[in-house]
């Protein structure tokens, strides 16, 4: 049996392995020699925000670099045309002047490689090759810090519009929750009392439920959703009767009472209710969707001068 002290160490242990991959992870972008590398106790997006700075930098850098010595590559090329020429000149003159007998031509080939225009274009030739080889290791590195600074950047980009993304949503869903889905000062019944109070209201096919034209069957409240696990679903309605000019909403969860909030008689024609509650019947699925029906109503027919 584990002794205190081993169980105490294991769970040292445990907790450096975790910083340890904690440090893999936030260094995953890293690995470029003389850019800084992200302060691993940062959070991500303050410890990259500064590195894609210093990639930035250093790529801007590297391009300068690299084009600086593309001129000076250049520049010698020109240098070695230059003296190409002067040493075909300077060649042709020496090669005239053994020409007299084998003797002085065969001294003239040995001693071509001393003329001053030989070792001139050589010194520039030599040159050449170094800036070449400079400028294959510079494209080479500066590819590495292009690659690396998309990487980072694509990745801030992403957390960027996660972040913004997910503020948003709850920042949306924090108002929502705030709606007022009280019964305010509306009527409330219970359904059986509801009906018998005016036989009217009842359906002519389900006499328990009642008559008339729905708009929208899901309108959501905290407390009342039909939630198992997966989106959560609304359990209110919304019902104008043509034959008494009522608009209510009810509750129509299973296993619950249901209840009704008798809003008014304003509305007069199926027309009016359909204006006033189709644009809304998209948004059943917000948060506290019924407070858009009971606001709806309210703004148009209860505020003053908002309906007759």
């Known amino acids: ?74 520049r010698i090329e020109d ?65 590495v810090l292009e690659d690396e600074l998309r990487r980072v950047s694509a990745w801030l980009d992403d957390m960027f519009a996660t972040t913004s993304t997910q503020g948003q949503a709850r920042a949306t869903d924090k108002e929502h929750a705030a709606r007022d889905v009280t019964q305010r000062g509306f009527l409330r019944y219970r359904m059986d009392d509801f009906l018998e109070e005016n036989p009217a209201r009842k359906g002519s096919w389900r006499p328990d439920l009642p008559e008339g034209t729905l708009f929208g069957d899901h309108w959501r409240r905290d407390g009342d959703d039909d939630w198992h696990g997966g989106p959560r679903c609304g359990e209110w309605r919304c019902t104008w009767s043509s034959a008494t000019g009522e608009t209510f909403v009810w509750l129509a969860k299973k296993n619950r009472i249901r209840e009704v909030w008798l809003l008014g008689d304003h509305i007069k024609t199926s027309e009016e209710a359909l204006k006033l509650f189709s644009p809304l019947e998209r948004r059943q699925n917000e948060r506290n969707s019924l407070a858009l029906v009971l606001d709806a109503y309210t703004n148009t027919y209860l505020r003053p001068g908002g309906g007759r």
């Open 79 to 143: 240098q070695i045309d230059e003296a190409a020429a002067a040493h075909d000149e300077a060649l042709q003159e020496h090669e005239q002047a053994h020409e007299k007998n084998a003797f002085t031509r065969l001294k003239g080939r040995l001693t071509e490689n001393r003329l001053p225009e030989k070792k001139e274009l050589d010194a520039y030739e030599s040159q050449r090759s170094a800036l070449q080889d400079r400028v294959f290791r510079q494209t080479e590195s500066l590819h």
């Open 1 to 74: 049996m584990a002794t205190d002290q081993e169980i105490a160490e294991a769970i040292e242990n445990a907790r450096e392995e975790g910083a340890l991959a904690e440090r893999n992870r936030l260094r995953a972008f890293t690995g470029i020699p003389y850019v800084s590398v992200p302060d691993a106790s940062l959070p991500e997006h303050k410890a990259y925000v500064p590195y894609e700075r210093a990639l930035t930098d250093e790529v801007a850098n590297a391009r300068d670099s690299l084009e600086e010595t593309k001129r000076r590559l250049q």
